[in-house]
């Protein structure tokens, strides 16, 4: 109710041109909390807000803007604030920004930005997409071995307040190769005549450039760290990645296997900015070739017309076979494409687990078709060979879809596919077309069909 309020009432104060209540009021708050203010904002009242904000205030807030807002109001300030904007922005946040834009915004935006601006982004831009160097933030706080205790202190004062965390500050050879860390509450206990060099931590855990996002975002994971050091092939310091660029990259590939894993193509804007037409390139592909796939099981179907012909009643359990098949599957896939993404599953696990879903498998074929066979015959009324076609059948179906269900992925990651496209709806279709195949083979040798 309270942010209701306040989103009302900042839009009073626009619509009555109290600006400088607005801009008092907005200073007291939280630049996160001013910046979902927006969202809920039209176009014109957007500029006209950030318009207001203090100085000091609009860059920090224009960075928690989601990627849509920040094109709009970047492209309707004048130039002098544009470049504002860009300077003051962490250089892997302008980064970011400028990868989402048109090209002749992109050199607009980088024509009014600062020599040093300019080159940090132009420095982040030749990384390969989603690897560690193009996430990295070029402001840190670097110091030489050979400074003393004091001399660090007095170079933290100096390039501190343009860096993005000066509580661990990273040891340089003459190099540049990144030889120790040391943090900032252990500079302030130290004597002011000692050397770095004798008081760094030496035994440093690195990123290399080039390492992928997600294993990026693992290995902080792991090691529990705020910020890691991210070298290049020759050891040397080219930058940091801190926490908050790793929840950003989590979310991230979550949504993305997420959507994956539903069949639509990965995007990366929010489900409300997306349009219409957009939605329907996204969703399109997968659905056209899931359909195609499926034609198949309409074949099999046919194939065996004069066998439903003669017993009608195997025809009543089709779905109910597909379905469990398919959702056994699903839950196969989902369980291993998670042990992938965590590391926790390799492909050379793959017996074992085909082994341990074997088992599951029996398990649950087992329970589920003596359920089945009771209500078969109490409450279905059909014969005992029919029922005995569909239980049997209901434990094959069951079982093959959990391997198919646990393989497929595992030989996706091997290929060096992303194991999340081989989720639920592609795995369905493939056990459907099984689960005919073998429920119409039991059929013709129990039947005699």
Not at 261 to 276: E, F, H, L, N, Q
């Amino acid at each position: 109710m309270e942010e209701i309020i306040e989103l009302t009432h900042v839009r009073d104060l626009l619509d009555n041109k109290q600006y400088t209540t607005l801009r008092q009021m907005l200073s007291d708050m939280n630049e996160a909390d001013i910046a979902t203010l927006f969202e809920d904002l039209d176009e014109a009242q957007q500029v006209k807000l950030f318009r207001i904000l203090p100085k000091d205030m609009a860059a920090d807030v224009f960075s928690y803007l989601n990627t849509d807002d920040q094109q709009f109001i970047i492209t309707s300030l004048s130039d002098k604030d544009a470049a504002g904007i860009i300077d003051n922005l962490m250089a892997d946040d302008a980064t970011d920004l400028l990868e989402e834009m048109p090209a002749n915004v992109v050199k607009r935006l980088l024509t009014l930005a600062s020599p040093e601006t300019r080159r940090d982004i132009n420095h982040l831009l030749r990384y390969p997409e989603d690897s560690a160097g193009s996430i990295m933030t070029v402001e840190y706080v670097d110091l030489k071995e050979n400074l003393t205790v004091e001399q660090a202190i007095n170079r933290i004062r100096k390039v501190g307040l343009d860096s993005e965390t000066i509580n661990i500050c990273y040891v340089l050879d003459s190099r540049r190769k990144l030889v120790g860390t040391v943090a900032l509450r252990y500079l302030l206990l130290r004597d002011p005549d000692e050397l770095i060099g004798d008081i760094m931590h030496e035994n440093v855990i690195s990123i290399n450039t080039l390492m992928d996002q997600e294993e990026v975002a693992r290995t902080f994971q792991k090691y529990d760290f705020t910020a890691m050091p991210v070298v290049d092939n020759e050891s040397r310091l080219v930058g940091i990645i801190t926490v908050d660029d790793v929840v950003d990259i989590m979310e991230k590939e979550a949504t993305e296997d997420i959507e994956k894993m539903a069949a639509i193509v990965p995007t990366d804007k929010s489900y409300m900015r997306t349009g219409i037409w957009e939605t329907y390139k996204k969703r399109i592909p997968w659905l056209m070739l899931l359909m195609i796939s499926a034609t198949f099981t309409g074949r099999i179907i046919a194939s065996f017309e004069n066998a439903l012909s003669i017993y009608v009643a195997l025809t009543m359990f089709i779905p109910m076979l597909m379905d469990t098949g398919g959702n056994a599957g699903g839950q196969a896939s989902v369980t291993i494409i998670r042990g992938l993404s965590l590391d926790e599953i390799e492909f050379g696990d793959m017996f074992k687990v085909i082994f341990k879903e074997i088992r599951v498998a029996a398990l649950c074929g087992v329970t589920l078709a003596i359920c089945n066979f009771a209500k078969l015959l109490l409450f279905d009324k059909v014969g005992i060979s029919v029922a005995l076609v569909v239980c049997f059948t209901l434990i094959c179906v069951v079982i093959i879809a959990k391997i198919v269900g646990c393989t497929l992925p595992m030989f996706a990651k091997k290929l060096g596919f992303d194991p999340a496209v081989m989720a639920s709806p592609f795995i369905t279709t493939i056990v459907d077309a099984i689960s005919l195949l073998i429920y119409f083979g039991i059929a013709t040798q129990l039947l005699g069909i």
